[in-house]
């Protein structure tokens, strides 16, 4: 069985070579597959999407990317149970394609990660997120320990959660929301949410929990060196903080 | 014969009329006519006008310029191509190297200032890409007018400038680590946008910006987006004072901005470099900035001592039909130029038009041959068969020295002092101090600061930003700007030894020793003798500041022509990047997020 | 009081890329269209002199700039034949963006996308819908309207 995960690269993508990194430097068989080599994709275990503006968020974020290529093979994937992350606009494609909470039957988009409120603007935040479900509820989030506190940028013009108040519920009821966001002390309130999300929602899952779309960037403070609160003398180029989630995604990968 | 002349001269004079508004001066023309031993064609007036305009030849401050110290330990390339570069250190056996270019994109910001502020940041992001480096950092040090009036035009560039840098910034995925915003009323109708962009590069993978020596018969590439008239006229435009007429007249030579296809472009152009490398082949590579096609085509050719052959026909255009003028000089964005060896020229194509789908990423862009380097030290263009330029390449790409009009007895700024005055005081002046002194974390919130994950101090955490900008390597780089115009109303010379020591202070202050610095002069008109005086006098506290650090200037830009409508000069504003290197960024202090204040007049512009 | 509503057409003179993003994927999921056109259509309410609400538009440097767009006032505020217009149902979008134009009280942007067929002819109601659902509008938070047809 494949162990192999591939970095997926739309045009437009930004954040592929951060995320190759950390998924490599915790033990994972990582490489990218480029827009024009859809086809390779089927030879993959798990598949992440990285950050950026692919197709240049045109019409909507994540909107033209959740429809390409790629994202057939993606999509496929997951109805037969292999492990998907999406981070900031990964998240974003996969609310669009309709993979993520995966509500609709049809498979068409029933949440959006939407323009930050209020002011609507690109922000850029160090936040925490904290899981909100069970470990074992996403495959992707298993080996993390209960109330998993972990540290990340919120980089993102469009990360509100938003969707029709009937979905909400669903969302609330069926345990979508798998992290959220939460301060230092892992305390949760509205303060700590950067963008006005709903439920204070950083990351969807799907019903099966092989999905995970998370918008924070944990992969940007995922080393010593770029954590802020690493203690003097530690080593600055280990793995540290934002690292455990991708840890937990290896993991998840390999069993 | 005859007939035919007498038909071309009324065309050649209306030509001289639609071209009173470039910025070449009676006596340039003169000696145009003299070098060429005949009256230029249009294309080559237009070539000229852009070749020899400030903007491209720094004509009027050359001479100043040289009294700055270039040369240290750590340099490996200082002034005179797109970029400079230090020397950072060793990782894994390898030599790497820190690349810096610092620029203004003043006027077009002003104009349209989201417009111009993001094609600010794309310009500066291509002079680091074709020095062969991954583009790493960004920083921007921003000058606005009095904002606290919601109506205004000032409050309106001061949104829009940092929404196009951010807009632009991120999209490509380049952290903004460092920068600085002062208010002042002097920028009221002037604003000032710097940016500063920096790459790593490995010592022995440089690309530089000449062809280099078997460089005969090379081919010329032009790459990315399909030229079209929207950017006619910017180099010349630049160097032109502002009025109400020409905020009018001049738009169409403002770029449109394309982040999407910079973020493919830059990657692209990363593979094709590593396989050129592969491959043992240096290429050279310039960005097309002011000048188009013709000002990067003849300076990359001309400093590697070659002549030029381009068929205008084979550029990639967005319409159809642009006149030749237009294709040789126009100055579409996302655009650069490389000379490479046939060999390898179908491999190139191949990355930039199959692999990149450059085609499908904009309308038309594309790889494309457009031209030869010539052993002849010629420099010709061809449109439709027809030879439309035609000139020696020393001639076009050097232009003359001008020693600026001290004549003109402007007197020496009874207007700054009465300005300065009116700053200090007031309550109305107390109040735009207070823009001056609180956080600028509701502007820098807007700006990706930890894209790449190699951000040790994020923007707005220390004085410096800090990335370890190498993966696998504790190497690590600081970055801050500097200059404060309140103090430059007083004393210029002292307000640049200030930047200077300011930057310079920032990054020492993160822990990091200070290799380098870049220079940012943004001035008046340089025909005026108090305004020229001013820049003269910045160019000496520079000079004293940095030999007495012993630190050398790698690269830098000059902005003239920064003043209102009624002639006065904006403070001057001589802005100072320093670069800092550190060995173990283990070694030094992590950032800390800034408190806001509560009530933060920025918050009410910027969230 | 002299209240109106107005429905204003700020389109780009420069090239669009949205719509030919829009036109490829659209091919892509099969749905049979040739030709996009985009523009943002704003639902306005004025108080100020008709006569001068376009000069009034174009000194708003927030949401007009006169080197891209081109301004036009709307005979009928109902999308054309071949017509689609998305907004987002979240009010907060309708606030003007930066500074407001004078003697506008209220303003809603919606996306306009116009699909036109092989034939040149203006698409089907089904091919409208079909391109609305399936890449257009994301119903979780945006409602459209074109021709009879009110999605929520």
């Given amino acids: 069985m494949s162990r192999r995960i591939a970095v997926l690269l739309f045009p437009g993508t930004n954040s592929e070579e951060e995320t190759l990194r950390v998924l490599r430097d915790c033990g994972g068989d990582a490489d990218f597959v480029h827009w024009t080599d859809a086809k390779a994709l089927l030879e993959y275990a798990a598949y992440v999407l990285p950050g950026g503006f692919a197709h240049e968020d045109r019409i909507r974020a994540g909107a033209i990317a959740a429809h390409d290529a790629m994202m057939e093979t993606v999509i496929a994937g997951a109805v037969e149970g292999k492990l998907v992350l999406g981070i900031c606009n990964g998240a974003q494609i996969l609310l669009e394609a309709g993979l993520v909470p995966g509500t609709n039957v049809a498979g068409r988009a029933t949440a959006a990660f939407t323009h930050n409120a209020p002011g609507r603007h690109f922000i850029c935040r160090h936040v925490y997120v904290k899981l909100a479900v069970e470990p074992s509820r996403c495959a992707i989030t298993a080996s993390l320990p209960e109330g998993a506190l972990i540290p990340a940028w919120a980089a993102h013009g469009d990360g509100r959660l938003a969707a029709r108040d009937e979905e909400l519920e669903v969302i609330e009821s069926g345990e979508h929301v798998a992290f959220v966001y939460a301060h230092a002390d892992g305390a949760v309130d509205d303060a700590a949410i950067p963008n006005g999300s709903a439920l204070g929602c950083a990351a969807l899952t799907n019903r099966e929990g092989n999905v995970l779309a998370i918008m924070p960037h944990a992969e940007r403070d995922a080393w010593n060196l770029n954590h802020l609160a690493r203690r003097a003398g530690s080593d600055v180029l280990a793995p540290s903080g934002g690292s455990a989630l991708f840890e937990s995604f290896v993991t998840a990968v390999h069993s | 014969m005859s007939s035919a002349h007498t038909k071309r001269s009324p065309q050649r004079s209306q030509t001289l009329i639609e071209l009173g508004s470039t910025a070449l001066g009676a006596d340039e023309r003169r000696r145009i006519a003299q070098g060429l031993g005949r009256e230029p064609t249009r294309v080559e007036l237009h070539a000229f006008d852009a070749q020899w305009s400030e903007h491209c030849s720094y004509k009027s401050s050359r001479a100043q310029l040289r009294r700055l110290p270039v040369q240290g330990e750590r340099v490996v390339l200082g002034p005179g191509e797109d970029a400079g570069i230090l020397s950072l250190g060793e990782h894994a056996g390898e030599r790497y190297c820190v690349v810096v270019a610092h620029e203004s994109h003043n006027h077009p910001s002003q104009i349209v200032p989201f417009e111009g502020a993001a094609t600010g940041v794309g310009g500066i992001v291509r002079d680091v890409l074709c020095m062969g480096a991954r583009v790493v950092a960004l920083a921007d040090a921003l000058r606005f007018g009095d904002v606290r009036d919601p109506e205004s035009h000032q409050r309106h560039v001061a949104r829009a400038v940092v929404d196009g840098i951010s807009a632009y910034g991120n999209a490509i995925g380049v952290p903004n680590i460092a920068g600085d915003v002062y208010f002042h009323e002097g920028f009221n109708e002037n604003a000032l946008v710097n940016v500063v962009a920096l790459g790593i590069v490995k010592e022995r993978e440089i690309v530089r910006s000449f062809v280099p020596p078997n460089g005969e018969g090379w081919v010329l590439l032009l790459v990315g987006k399909a030229t079209d008239p929207s950017g006619f006229g910017g180099a010349s435009f630049s160097s032109l004072t502002l009025d109400a007429e020409s905020e009018t007249a001049n738009r169409g030579a403002v770029q449109v901005p394309d982040p999407f296809l910079k973020n493919v472009l830059m990657r692209a152009t990363y593979r094709v470099f590593d396989a050129l490398h592969a491959r043992g082949i240096r290429a050279a590579c310039k960005d097309l900035g002011a000048g188009g096609v013709m000002g990067c085509s003849a300076e990359l050719c001309a400093s590697g001592g070659f002549g030029a052959r381009i068929d205008l026909d084979l550029v990639n255009t967005a319409v159809p039909g642009l006149p030749p003028d237009v294709l040789a000089v126009g100055e579409t964005q996302e655009r650069m130029l490389l000379a490479l060896p046939p060999a390898v020229v179908d491999d190139v194509l191949r990355i930039y038009n199959e692999e990149f789908t450059l085609p499908q990423i904009a309308y038309n862009a594309r790889a494309a041959v457009i031209g030869t380097v010539t052993r002849e030290r010629r420099y010709m263009l061809t449109h439709r068969g027809e030879t439309v330029m035609d000139v020696d390449i020393e001639f076009l790409t050097k232009a003359p020295f001008v020693t600026p009009s001290a004549a003109s007895a402007t007197p020496c700024h009874p207007e700054r002092s009465e300005r300065s005055e009116r700053n200090r005081g007031t309550d109305a002046s107390d109040s735009l101090a207070l823009y001056n002194t609180c956080s600028r974390e509701p502007l820098y919130r807007r700006y990706d600061s930890v894209v790449r994950g190699c951000t040790v101090i994020p923007r707005g955490y220390a004085e410096a930003g800090v990335i370890a900008p190498i993966p696998g390597s504790r190497l690590g780089v600081a970055l801050a700007v500097a200059g404060n115009p309140d103090l430059s109303g007083r004393d210029p010379r002292l307000a640049a030894e200030d930047a200077v020591r300011e930057a310079v202070d920032k990054v020492v202050s993160v822990g990091a020793e200070p290799i380098g610095l870049t220079d940012c002069l943004n001035f008046g008109n340089p025909n005026k003798e108090g305004h020229y005086a001013e820049f003269v006098a910045a160019v000496d506290g520079l000079a004293h500041a940095a030999r007495s650090l012993n630190l050398p200037f790698v690269s830098g830009n000059v902005s003239f022509y920064n003043e209102d409508s009624a002639g006065n000069a904006i403070p001057a504003s001589a802005i100072v990047a320093c670069i800092g290197a550190i060995d173990d960024v283990g070694s030094i202090t992590p950032g800390r997020a800034e408190q806001v204040d509560a009530a933060n007049p920025l918050a009410e512009i910027y969230l | ?152």
């Fill in chain 3, 1 to 152: 009081m002299n209240r109106r509503h107005e429905t204003v057409e700020i389109r780009l003179k420069v090239p669009d890329n949205a719509a030919y993003t829009a036109l490829v994927a659209l091919q892509h999921l099969g749905i049979d269209v040739a030709r996009v056109e985009h523009a943002v259509v704003w639902g306005l309410t004025d108080d100020g002199d008709p006569a001068t609400l376009v000069a009034r538009i174009e000194r708003n440097q927030a949401l007009f700039n006169p080197n891209l767009h081109a301004v036009s006032i709307r005979s009928q505020s109902r999308p054309e034949t071949a017509e689609i217009w998305i907004w987002e149902v979240d009010r907060d979008a309708w606030r003007l963006p930066g500074r407001g134009i004078e003697g506008v009280t209220s303003a809603k942007p919606m996306a306009s996308w116009r699909l036109f067929q092989r034939d040149g002819r203006p698409a089907s109601e089904e091919t409208l819908r079909r391109a609305c659902n399936e890449l257009l509008r994301n119903a979780a938070v945006e409602d459209a309207l074109f021709r009879s047809s009110y999605l929520t």
